[in-house]
């Protein structure tokens, strides 16, 4: 099993990065709307959808390995796969809460 390390050139140049983060700070100035009127912490103009925040996740050791095993096998990283699976699955489920 090979651990071998993923190197990947940045998505956009810094002019596309500071345009889409102005670009973003218009976006929030309209008000979502709101189930009852309640506020979502997500909804807060100081939250960038540019920051990324680390969260740990417990797997059992079997999963672990079956996600190496994927990313070793694939072009994607096991971070890249667990995004795409897991980001529209919060998004489905807030939906329904919503």
Not at 5 to 11: D, G, I, M, T, V
């Amino acid at each position: 099993m090979s651990s071998k390390l993923k190197s990947r050139p940045p998505a956009a140049s810094a002019d596309d990065f500071i345009t889409g983060a102005e670009r973003r700070d218009t976006e929030k100035t309209s008000e979502p709307a709101r189930r009852g009127g309640e506020r979502y912490p997500w909804d807060d103009p100081k939250v960038r959808e540019d920051m990324i925040k680390v969260y740990n996740l417990r797997l059992p050791e079997p999963y672990l390995l079956k996600l190496k095993y994927i990313a070793e096998h694939t072009p994607d990283s096991m971070q890249k796969f667990c995004l795409e699976a897991l980001l529209p699955a919060i998004d489905r489920k807030i939906k329904e809460l919503t």
